[in-house]
């Protein structure tokens, strides 16, 4: 399995949890055993998923702050997964191993593909735009 497909697993995990608002090991273990059991990509997907699940709320209040004039409700749900999973890549895996550790312009590329296929025509726009500006936020931080 690629990266990119192990990501679009993490999109689809992040998308169900909240759709059910069910958050737990058992449904997170189950989903593992059905798409990624044996995966090279194990590694990865459980360090990006352990970092989303400690990083929620802030995850979202980073979203609202960028996406200024819209309510995480009135995001499409899609949307709103793909650019939950890039955010805990950009903001959130820097304690990863090395090998783990997503440079943010990829993360924003494949939030933006995945955007485009799987939400609406504007979707990759709208991701682009939100994802720039976290990430922007975090450069000016370290400064």
């Known amino acids: 399995m690629k990266r ?31 798409f990624m059991e044996g995966s090279d ?10 970092s989303y699940l400690a990083h929620r709320v802030e995850i ?7 996406a200024k004039g819209w309510r995480l ?20 895996m820097g304690e990863a191993e090395e090998k783990l550790r997503v440079v943010p312009a990829v993360a924003i590329n494949e939030a933006v593909n995945m955007a ?14 939100v994802l720039g500006k976290i990430a922007r936020a975090g450069e000016n931080a370290g400064e």
């Open 4 to 34: 990119n497909e192990a990501r679009e697993k993490l999109m689809q995990l992040i998308f169900q949890m909240e759709a059910q608002g069910d958050y737990t090991k058992a449904s997170t273990d189950e989903f593992i055993a059905d």
């Open 73 to 92: 409700s009135r995001i499409g749900k899609v949307d709103l997964a793909v650019m939950r999973l890039a955010v805990t890549e950009i903001c959130f």
């Open 116 to 129: 485009k296929e799987y939400g609406s025509e504007d979707s990759g726009k709208f991701v682009n735009g």
């Open 60 to 66: 979202n209040q980073k979203i609202s702050a960028a």
């Open 41 to 50: 990509q194990l590694p990865y997907f459980n360090a990006v998923l352990e």
